[in-house]
């Protein structure tokens, strides 16, 4: 009879899967990890008493993504969404998508670098608005392209039916649009909080290492060989999308085809 | 005349949808408007109720000029074949839609839904769901939800089109009922030979964009273009055949 | 009234999506002729034929391209053959969440974890050492900054494969191969046969625009190969960014050159994916 290799392989994968994770919260507990050792001589909860204590910025930058990353989830699924609709309606359509697939499909790093003079104009780099704006620039895009196929004969139906019955825009918006797009609008806030939480490159060159978000915390971490923090910032970096993701997975995950 | 539609004309393109559209029709009467698909049917509906810009022409309603208006302004009511039932609100909300637009009192919402259910038969399903309805009570829904607020102008564009023949029957009559009770004027259009005889006051048909109106019914019938003729030959050609076997 | 929305609608998206991609390009490309930068003294053709002489740029975008095709084919490849192996198995509890969770790691705590596991000081290298197969640190083969970019493609493999599983997963559902297979195996085709000629060819044709989106996502990469990378070549946007930061004023001119070719090259391909899809319902 022939050995079903099944539960081998399901082992292996979530052990593979989840590997990084206790690894980088094992790194994460550890200090003083020399070469050649297998085991750290310290484990305990140092690092993360380190968190709390001004001194590493940690904390700080956390809560600075939090607001970066809920700021741009935020402006960038409502203006999609409302604005997604002029663009599906147009005439021309097709062009404008492709237009917005520009920004989306970009090297973020290298198009903040091509505006990163507008951005000095403007007052804004090295801000968190600046960031912000940054941010919002690549997740707009996504969002626009998101929404494009909510808009489609039965929506406009919808909407004409809203208009005979008396109703004008903002109350077809409120109550009718907004409602039936409910799961749409969770899904993208979630994605565009996750491009903003997860970008680095952009980051960088319009904070100019003056608004340190988590990612650049990690990066800078790196850069000092100070793993046991780059960890521990790798810890915070990751919670919370896998905390939103067990509330509810189908929020993370949508097919952009 | 309650409604007068005078020389509408509507292009896409090259091609000509609605040609020299006039007619008119009196009050609490339907005209049903018999047309295949792609006849032009929709877009002359759709011009009437406002969703739609004409070329040219006029919508004379209640002795008011509305080609200007808005649709929300209009008082017309375009339904579709779809029900389009307002899948996040239940039976009640969907058939209260229109009054709470319009900012209704509650307890005047309460008991004209509630009345309005009863007509339809729905008393027991208020707080459903649509999704847990079946395609005819979901027609009727989207019927109470549109007369409630009575509307001057009701255009429907072959509301049974989707349901199965004996659904689609007892909503005929249905419709008729409770036209007659609210005294709805309407524009009836279908594909169904039988309906449009039917369900019409007044008949119609239409053709790549033109619409000819008949004085009676018996000059529909005559007409050869409409396709009752047809109809009527084959049937009798069935007969002797039958008789045969008999 | 009804224009006058849609007129602010429109104008919205010109300048929240079109604007700054506009004058991102329009500036680098002034920068790369020379008419601005401070530096700079006007209308110049050197940067470009600077640029063109020097083979860096075309290394850069061969070694890019290759790193990021092998990065798309290992992580579909291997994402295919799982879901048309063990999909049965995600159908668990634990492991339909567990699937999801890699979803939750950024690229630069991916590069991080890849270092941390194959560096020459890394975990592997101390369980060589202890199992007694290497002596030094040195002896262990150079995974991460490497030349064959090892580190890099491990990455990248690491962040693609979920999430093509997880969309084979869908696919495979959503177009009903289950049922065609079992068609199929009624009309007399084997395991082999369905594979090859049904569940293969369907999911490959529902999915290759997004293949294609992510190599050009991959050919981008910035975090990854910033950390992973080795000093020569360098991967696209590392490169254009050391040109556009350095400290020879001179020289940054040349990395616009290079940012204009690459947003060219990525302009076309997207141009291309359109004119081959019509992508009217992209996101669903």
Same mark, same amino acid.
């Given at each position: 009879m022939r050995i079903s290799l099944k539960p081998f392989f399901l082992s292996i994968m979530v052990l593979l899967i989840l590997f990084p994770f206790v690894y980088l919260l094992w790194l994460s507990l550890s200090a003083d990890w020399s070469f050649p050792q297998v085991m750290p001589d310290y484990f305990g909860l140092k690092n993360w008493k380190a968190l709390?204590?001004?001194?590493?910025g940690l904390l700080r930058s956390f809560f600075q993504s939090v607001i970066i990353s809920v700021s741009v989830g935020f402006t960038a699924t409502l203006s999609g969404f409302v604005i997604s609709r002029n663009i599906a309606y147009h005439p021309k359509k097709n062009t404008l998508t492709l237009l917005s697939y520009f920004p989306y499909i970009i090297s973020p790093v290298v198009f903040g670098a091509c505006l990163s003079y507008f951005f000095l104009k403007l007052g804004i780099f090295g801000q968190m608005t600046g960031v912000i704006v940054a941010q919002f620039m690549i997740s707009f895009p996504y969002a626009l392209i998101f929404f494009n196929s909510f808009w489609g004969e039965k929506t406009k139906n919808m909407e004409d039916l809203v208009s005979t019955l008396g109703g004008n825009r903002l109350s077809s918006f409120t109550k009718v649009l907004l409602p039936l797009a409910k799961g749409m609008l969770l899904v993208c806030f979630f994605q565009t909080f996750l491009i903003s939480w997860f970008e680095y490159g952009l980051t960088s060159v319009i904070g100019v290492g003056k608004v340190q978000t988590l990612t650049i915390k990690v990066f800078l971490f790196i850069r000092e060989a100070n793993y046991f923090y780059g960890a521990l910032s790798s810890c915070l970096l990751i919670l919370p999308p896998l905390v939103l993701m067990y509330i509810n997975k189908k929020y993370v995950f949508n097919k952009l085809t | 005349m309650f409604l007068e539609i005078q020389y509408i004309n509507k292009s896409f393109g090259k091609e000509q949808i609605v040609k020299d559209l006039n007619f008119s029709l009196a009050p609490h009467k339907t005209l049903s408007i018999l047309g295949k698909s792609g006849c032009g049917k929709t877009s002359m509906l759709k011009i009437i109720g406002g969703l739609l810009k004409a070329d040219s022409g006029n919508i004379i309603l209640d002795g008011n000029d509305i080609s200007e208006l808005e649709a929300e302004k209009r008082n017309i009511v375009y339904l579709y074949q779809?029900?389009? =039932?307002?899948?996040? =609100?239940n039976v009640f909300e969907n058939i209260a839609f229109g009054l709470r637009i319009k900012k209704q009192k509650e307890a005047h919402i309460q008991s004209k839904v509630k009345e309005m259910l009863e007509l339809l038969e729905l008393e027991d399903q208020g707080?459903?769901?649509?999704?847990? =309805?079946s395609g005819g009570q979901r027609q009727r829904v989207s019927f109470g939800r549109a007369i409630i607020i009575n509307p001057a102008l009701l255009l429907l564009d072959e509301p049974f089109g989707s349901l199965d023949a004996g659904t689609r029957q007892r909503m005929q009559q249905l419709f008729k009922d409770i036209a007659h009770k609210f005294k709805i004027t309407s524009l009836f259009v279908t594909h169904d030979l039988k309906e449009a005889i039917l369900m019409g006051d007044e008949i119609a048909f239409m053709q790549s964009g033109k619409l000819k109106l008949y004085k009676n019914k018996e000059e529909f019938i005559a007409d050869p273009s409409t396709g009752v003729q047809n109809e009527i030959g084959f049937w009798e050609n069935l007969i002797p055949k039958g008789q045969n076997i008999i | 009234m009804k224009n006058k929305e849609k007129h602010i609608g429109f104008i919205l998206f010109v300048v929240f999506a079109v604007l700054p991609f506009t004058l991102a390009f329009g500036y680098a490309l002034l920068y790369s002729f020379g *008419? !601005?930068? !401070? *530096?700079n003294e006007g209308f110049t053709l050197k940067f470009w034929k600077e640029v063109f002489t020097s083979s860096t740029l075309g290394v850069s975008f061969i070694y890019s391209s290759v790193i990021a095709l092998i990065g798309v084919i290992l992580s579909v490849s291997l994402a295919l053959w799982i879901v048309l192996k063990y999909r049965e198995s995600f159908g668990n509890k634990y492991l339909s969440f567990i699937i999801y969770m890699?979803? @939750? *790691?950024?690229g630069i705590v991916s590069a991080f974890f890849t270092y941390q596991l194959f @560096?020459?000081?890394?975990f592997f290298a101390r369980l060589s050492y202890q199992l007694n197969w290497i002596e030094t640190a040195q002896q262990f083969p150079d995974l991460v900054n490497d030349n064959w970019a090892i580190g890099i493609i491990i990455t990248f493999i690491s962040l693609l494969t979920p999430f093509f599983i997880l969309l084979y997963l869908n696919i495979y559902k959503d177009e009903r191969i289950e049922e065609l297979s079992q068609l199929s195996r009624a009309l007399g085709a084997n395991k082999k046969q369905i594979a090859l000629k049904v569940s293969l060819p369907i999911m490959l044709k529902k999915s290759w625009v997004l293949i294609v989106l992510y190599f050009i996502f991959l050919l981008g990469a910035y975090e990854v190969p910033l950390i992973l990378g080795q000093e020569s070549p360098q991967m696209l946007s590392v490169l254009i960014l050391r040109e556009l930061k350095q400290f020879d004023l001179t020289k940054i001119s040349e990395g616009y050159v290079m940012a204009v070719l690459y947003t060219v090259v990525i302009m076309s391909a997207t141009v291309f994916i359109f004119s081959r899809k019509k992508l009217r319902n992209n996101a669903y």
């Open positions: 709390l204590i001004s001194e590493t | 779809e029900d389009l =039932l307002f899948p996040h =609100l707080q459903k769901m649509p999704h847990q =309805l | *008419v !601005i930068g !401070i *530096v890699p979803l @939750a *790691v950024p @560096a020459q000081s890394g």
